[in-house]
């Protein structure tokens, strides 16, 4: 039995109370009223089976005494439909042994009537906190693992802010909301931090990488499946819309998924209801989705790939993501971000100013989630307490170095350091040959072999 302890605010959407007794029923809603608006009843077990069956709870306050069908039939169906639902029985005084045997076969706790409101407030607080642990173990098995939140942030380019601006504006709206943009842009931890600026940023944020399930196991995954509904379907799943109940779903690289299953993408996103695969019944969640994608979706339309329904759908709120290329500004601060985070046992570690201004004129086709990889890898490859160019590993024949400054953090470099990553560039370009390279340099191989070791500047090797 619960026991009463420091109260903390629930965040909960949805309570379903299954009670005869209409009294108590009352006393119960006035109590969990303070928590949420969105109560539900069911007078008899029958009904409460018909209304799990078509929506999500947060909570269910279960009687065991119940007419036509019994509150321990009614925990059984619960528990085999909606696992991740925690079902508190209310029972009388005389019956706990009752109540123990409930929570043999799942249920989360028991209260004796008549209880306290205090009681009752901690133990449905208990209970979403319980229910909330017990998505987020499903999560990490199920979902795509997203960036650290902090990540999203991190940027003071003009075109970054301006799109955080936009974020945010769309992030109080609760529509679908498509975020474009190419692989390792950032797509991901925008789609974070629009969730973490929404008012369901007390609920779960769920991520569907759907271009690396199977278009055969997606609607499963997704949607949820009934047992015996295919082969290995051995018990009944819940899908990752219930499991976001109240929260955000992000659905990234929506553009990889087939014609069949974007139609039933669509008619949720239209309608907020879906059926598990095998099952009849129709079930209602609320959840708001963000998809992303790096695919031209209209050049995917034509090439009848891609819904022109769902495009329009999800043409309405839109937010581009412009390449790292196009925002150098932000080089610098999540090259300064990157060093903190994965230099914990090695501080004060820092980077040369040339090095940097490598970084700033590199195209990064793997946006940022190539440079991520670029500064884990100077990490370990790093002999000294600054990371050189030699540290980086990136082909410096693809650097932007012709027609304009030398800059590194913004700042004009020396007539040295500029002297040096020319020279850096036309190695680079000729894949270091010494002879080739002092040619167009105009010097000898020997002065060539001076600076090199003046400037700490050799060919780059494997990581």
């Given at each position: 039995m619960t026991t009463t302890s420091k109260m903390k605010p629930a965040t909960v959407s949805k309570i379903l109370i299954v009670d005869d007794d209409q009294a108590y029923r009352e006393m119960l809603v006035t109590v969990l009223s303070t928590l949420t608006t969105e109560i539900q009843i069911a007078f008899d077990g029958t009904s409460a089976i018909n209304i799990v069956n078509k929506t999500m709870f947060d909570v269910v306050l279960l009687d065991m005494e119940l007419p036509r069908v019994s509150g321990m039939e009614v925990l059984s169906h619960i528990t085999a439909q909606a696992a991740s639902t925690p079902v508190i029985i209310l029972t009388g005084s005389k019956d706990v042994r009752l109540a123990v045997e409930a929570m043999k076969r799942g249920a989360y706790d028991y209260l004796t009537k008549p209880c306290m409101p205090e009681e009752l407030l901690v133990a449905v607080d208990r209970a979403v906190e319980y229910r909330v642990l017990k998505n987020k173990a499903s999560i990490v098995e199920r979902s795509k693992a997203f960036s650290n939140p902090d990540d999203s942030i991190?940027?003071?380019?003009?075109?970054?802010?301006?799109?955080?601006?936009?974020?945010?504006?769309?992030?109080?709206?609760?529509?679908?909301?498509?975020?474009?943009?190419?692989?390792?842009?950032?797509?991901?931890?925008?789609?974070?931090?629009?969730?973490?600026?929404?008012?369901?940023?007390?609920?779960?944020?769920?991520?569907?990488?759907?271009?690396?399930?199977?278009?055969?196991?997606?609607?499963?995954?997704?949607?949820?499946?009934?047992?015996?509904?295919?082969?290995?379907?051995?018990?009944?799943?819940?899908?990752?819309?219930?499991?976001a109940q109240g929260g955000t779903l992000f659905l990234d690289e929506i553009g990889h998924v087939d014609l069949t299953f974007q139609q039933k993408i669509l008619k949720f996103v239209e309608t907020k209801t879906f059926r598990r695969v095998g099952d009849t019944e129709t079930r209602a969640v609320d959840v708001r989705i963000i998809a992303a994608t790096n695919?031209?979706?209209?050049?995917?339309?034509?090439?009848?790939?891609?819904?022109?329904?769902?495009?329009?759908?999800?043409?309405?709120?839109?937010?581009?993501?412009?390449?790292?290329?196009?925002?150098?500004?932000?080089i610098p601060l999540l090259v300064e971000y990157f060093l903190q985070k994965y230099s914990l046992k090695r501080p004060g570690l820092s980077i040369s100013p040339e090095a940097t201004q490598v970084l700033e004129r590199y195209p990064w086709p793997g946006n940022v989630r190539e440079l991520q990889s670029t500064i884990q890898r100077a990490l370990t490859v790093s002999q000294t307490d600054r990371i050189e160019i030699r540290d980086l590993g990136i082909d410096l024949r693809n650097a932007q170095t012709s027609g304009t400054l030398y800059r590194a953090n913004g700042s004009l470099l020396s007539l040295k350091g500029a002297e040096?990553?020319?020279?850096?560039?036309?190695?680079?370009?000729?894949?270091?040959?010494?002879?080739?390279?002092?040619?167009?340099l105009q010097i000898g191989r020997t002065t060539l072999h001076a600076k090199m070791k003046e400037y700490s500047l050799q060919a780059p090797t494997g990581p």
């Open positions: 991190i940027g003071g380019s003009p075109e970054w802010l301006a799109i955080l601006d936009q974020a945010k504006l769309f992030a109080e709206n609760d529509s679908l909301i498509l975020l474009l943009g190419e692989t390792g842009s950032g797509k991901d931890v925008l789609a974070n931090f629009i969730h973490r600026h929404s008012s369901r940023r007390d609920r779960p944020f769920l991520v569907v990488d759907c271009g690396v399930i199977p278009n055969s196991l997606i609607e499963s995954e997704i949607f949820g499946h009934e047992k015996g509904a295919f082969t290995g379907a051995d018990q009944t799943k819940e899908g990752l819309v219930e499991l695919k031209n979706l209209p050049e995917e339309i034509k090439a009848d790939r891609f819904r022109n329904d769902l495009w329009y759908r999800l043409n309405a709120m839109k937010i581009e993501i412009p390449p790292l290329r196009e925002r150098p500004a932000d040096k990553l020319h020279v850096l560039a036309v190695l680079g370009e000729l894949d270091w040959n010494i002879s080739k390279a002092a040619k167009v």
